[in-house]
């Protein structure tokens, strides 16, 4: 019955105008990073060609400097890494709130039972909403494929913000394709555990926006608190700010202990929370 | 039922809400860190100063020049969007409440909108009043001058320098702190809330978020969100925002929102909106 129900829910999430709104968005919020890098891969290439002074190396606009997850200073970097939460959400974190709205929420229930309704509901909007994020990450690495040089970063390089404390800085330098196949699977987590913060919400607003909203505000105010707390107290050498984590090289060291902790709280939080509004709650 | 008397309904139902307590913290995080700049420095912030740090903003981001981490304007961000975020339900929710039965009653689908668009400018009015209530207390609490002089030491050291030591009028001060935000936010709540005739409330939002970070990394005068930004203002930095065509051009969205807005009100289908 559980494989039955999460194999409806899935389809639901996947089959349905929203997630396929959020993947164009995040898709041509993608396309913008690869043209700005177009852009600048031109002008470098340009001014390597005309010069004999100075090294024709590539490494300053490598493709693994200038993807989307790793370079920061793009339009397209910052404003998916910004939106993220609200991209995750789309897809499928209103179906809470709609069917239970809507009445048919009780419909399932009385055929499923709560949990099973609960499992299949939580891991349905966990898959989309980490689909969501990863896919158009994993897109922007392949077209950037085309347009910057592959070319193997080294650690002496400014332009390589990945230093030693980050999350599998070690595989960055030495293998980086698999580095940001990881990479996409971390962000596919991030935006799993973002869209499941709407389920806890789903009972406490009357409109679907204010329900998609929730991770993009709840995180967005905790970003700011570290920040604060990052620039007041001594934590600056690393990155607390979940908004920013789902980034593979932000500001501050993210090593892996700190990545998954996190993620295992905003699991545990999100699983939780929702496990107690949607099966022990009564049906309001 | 006459335009006033609509106004007045939703002056009352829809201004002083319960998430309007979450104003004093938000503006509360950019006002902390002013003050926390300024005891370094040895300075004391006047009440412009701080309205001027929450409104700061930062220079442009220019992607081909820096491979460097950019700085991103995150608390200046948190503030406008705070503002957009608090208002996007509300015209929403009336409809789907009692704004079918009013619209009915009162006969006059624009009129309706219209009172909508007047409480829209006095939210975000009141916003701005919170905020300013809050950078006084700010004032207040660490003996600071509750006026509009904006000391010139402690605009430089805010301001990273880029005033060049200058003093500031208290009307420029008022002006860049307080005018041109209120103008800049207002016009793009506007927007949104006309923009959700046509689509989701949430990409209205999406697109009020990309409009301000595209104001991150140019400065046209043309992308609203550079209004709202003091570091851009033609009155501190040479080659900067002129004020006069920023604000004519905030009141001309704000105008053609009402306007659009209300046409395209009367021609939308209101029986089928919900979300």
């Known amino acids: 019955m559980m494989l039955r129900c999460l ?18 968005v995040g898709s041509l919020i993608s396309i913008t990073d690869v043209a700005q890098n177009a852009v600048l891969v031109r002008r470098m290439t340009r001014i390597l060609e005309n010069s004999s002074e100075i090294s024709k190396s590539a490494e300053g606009f490598s493709l693994f400097v200038r993807w989307i997850a790793v370079n920061g200073v793009t339009l397209g970097s910052n404003l998916f890494y910004f939106v993220w939460p609200i991209l995750a959400a789309i897809p499928y974190g209103w179906s809470w709130a709609e069917e239970r709205k809507s009445g048919l929420y009780a419909q399932i229930v009385s055929r499923v039972g709560r949990r099973t309704y609960f499992f299949s509901k939580y891991w349905a909007v966990f898959i989309s909403g980490g689909a969501a994020v990863s896919v158009p990450v994993l897109a922007n690495l392949l077209i950037n494929a085309l347009v910057c040089p592959y070319c193997v970063p080294t650690v002496l390089m400014a332009a390589t913000p990945i230093t030693n404390g980050y999350f599998l800085s070690e595989l960055y330098y030495s293998a980086p394709w698999i580095f940001g196949l990881l990479w996409c699977g971390v962000d596919f987590l991030w935006g799993g555990v973002a869209a499941c913060m709407c389920l806890p919400a789903g009972t406490r607003f009357r409109h679907q926006v204010m329900v ?3 991770p993009f505000v709840s995180l967005i105010l905790l970003d700011a608190v570290c920040s604060m707390a990052m620039s007041i107290g001594s934590l600056d050498h ?21 990545l998954f902790s996190l993620l295992g709280i905003f699991f545990s939080v999100t699983f939780l929370g929702g496990y107690w509004e949607v099966v022990k709650h009564e049906l309001n | 039922m006459n335009l006033t008397k609509l106004i007045r309904h939703d002056l009352q139902c829809g201004l002083f809400r319960l998430r309007c307590l979450l104003v004093p913290p938000l503006a509360a995080l950019p006002c902390l860190l002013c003050l926390r700049i300024t005891d370094s420095a040895g300075c004391k912030s006047s009440w412009a100063g701080y309205m001027m740090y929450c409104f700061m903003g930062i220079e442009p981001i220019s992607v081909q020049d820096t491979m460097e981490k ?20 509300y015209p929403l929710n009336d409809l789907s409440l009692t704004g079918q039965q009013i619209i009915v009653r009162s006969g006059n689908r624009r009129n309706w909108y219209l009172a909508k668009c007047v409480w829209n400018l006095c939210a975000c009015g009141l916003y701005f009043l919170m905020v300013s209530l809050t950078a006084s207390l700010f004032t207040v609490l660490t003996g600071g001058d509750l006026s509009l002089n904006c000391d010139a030491a402690a605009l430089k050291v805010l301001y990273l320098g880029e005033t060049g030591g200058k003093t500031l009028p208290p009307l420029t001060a008022l002006l860049l702190s307080l005018i041109l935000p209120y103008l800049t936010v207002s016009a793009i709540s506007l927007l949104q809330m006309t923009l959700c ?40 930095i040479s080659g900067g925002v002129a004020p006069g065509p920023a604000a004519e051009e905030c009141c001309l969205i ?22």
């Open chain 1, 7 to 24: 194999k409806t829910e899935l389809r639901k999430a996947f089959q349905n105008k929203m997630f396929f709104c959020s993947l164009l």
């Open chain 1, 212 to 214: 998609l909203l929730v």
């Open chain 1, 238 to 258: 690393l990155e607390l700010s979940p908004l920013r984590l789902a980034l593979a090289a932000p500001a501050s060291a993210n090593p892996g202990w700190l």
């Open chain 2, 70 to 89: 950019a700085q991103f304007p995150i608390l200046w961000l948190i503030l406008i969007i705070g503002c957009l975020y608090l208002h996007l339900d």
């Open chain 2, 197 to 236: 005739l046509i689509m989701k409330p949430i990409f209205c939002f999406l697109i009020g978020i990309i409009l301000l970070l595209l104001s991150v990394y140019w400065d046209s005068p043309l992308i609203l969100g550079n209004g709202a930004m003091g570091i851009r203002s033609s009155l501190l």
């Open chain 2, 254 to 275: 704000i105008i053609l929102c009402m306007a659009i807005g209300s046409w395209m009100f009367k021609r939308s289908d209101i029986l089928g909106a919900r979300d």
